[in-house]
């Protein structure tokens, strides 16, 4: 009888030690799941070659659908370089996630015909998914950060005096806030170019409250050992362009500087202005 009874316990202390030990290694596993996207993340939003970004969107594509990966792949849609925006569109098609689709919609006439067809492939695989799933906007469709659309919000390429930024770096500032604004709950984000003729429509069609997003890189550069950007972000009426709010934001990357340095002390910066956004929209209704 002792025998049998220590047999039991221990039995049981092996038992315990192996769910320990499981929990543990299951522990481990998702952390370096994490850190691995966040690590990947990082390359498709900073790296300055291109083929850097295109791997990393690649590999995105084979993690797990969440809201990170997901806004990543998304913002990469509007890359420079024709590549980029090819992997994270079949990327976006693999992770089967319907909440990509009014970012994969926007591009669907992307100027390379490569992307094109990645596109509108994602598309009608994403939009399969959707049809089996229940909607959760009762909004006519196409909702941003989920819940009911109450806001259309237009969003222009940002501008600047500064110089040395070019381009290049204003288009990836404007993907960064079309990105950031449309995971917001309540929003969706108008197709860029959109006439005012066709904002008016939806908006009367469906009984939105239009903004307009005009947002200025008003200095960026060295500071204090790293790189400061300062922002500016003039919340609008849409599609009457009238002004409600101007919201500021400025950032620090300690330590660091150049070109990859200053997209992400914009991108900082830009987030900080877009924090009061929701209060500022909300405000201007009344």
Do not use: W
């Amino acid at each position: 009888m002792v025998r049998s009874n220590r047999m039991r316990r221990v039995c049981a202390l092996a038992l315990v030690s192996a769910l320990v030990v499981g929990a543990v290694g299951v522990a481990a596993t998702a952390l370096a799941q994490s850190s691995r996207t966040a690590y990947l993340v990082r390359l498709l939003r900073t790296s300055d070659t291109f083929r850097v970004r295109a791997q990393a969107a690649i590999s995105l594509g084979r993690m797990e659908a969440d809201e990170s990966v997901v806004g990543a792949l998304s913002g990469a849609l509007r890359d420079r370089h024709p590549a980029v925006r090819t992997a994270a569109a079949a990327s976006l098609e693999r992770l089967a996630d319907p909440s990509a689709l009014p970012a994969l919609r926007r591009v669907r006439r992307d100027r390379d015909g490569s992307v094109r067809r990645a596109v509108a492939s994602a598309i009608r695989t994403l939009e399969r998914v959707a049809a089996t799933r229940p909607r959760r906007e009762t909004n006519d469709g196409g909702g941003g950060g989920g819940g009911n659309v109450e806001y259309y919000v237009g969003i222009g390429m940002p501008g600047t005096k500064q110089r040395g930024v070019d381009r290049a770096t204003l288009a990836r500032a404007r993907a960064f806030l079309e990105r950031e604004v449309g995971q917001m709950d309540g929003v969706e984000v108008a197709p860029e170019n959109e006439s005012n003729a066709a904002a008016r429509r939806t908006l009367q069609r469906r009984r939105l409250t239009g903004y307009y997003l005009d947002a200025s890189v008003v200095s960026v550069g060295p500071q204090g050992g790293g790189t400061r950007a300062v922002v500016s972000v003039i919340l609008n009426t849409y599609p009457g362009r009238d002004m409600r709010a101007i919201l500021q934001g400025a950032a620090t990357v300690p330590g660091a500087s150049g070109p990859s340095a200053e997209r992400q002390a914009i991108e900082g910066a830009l987030r900080g202005a877009l924090r009061r956004l929701p209060q500022a929209m909300a405000a201007s209704r009344r």
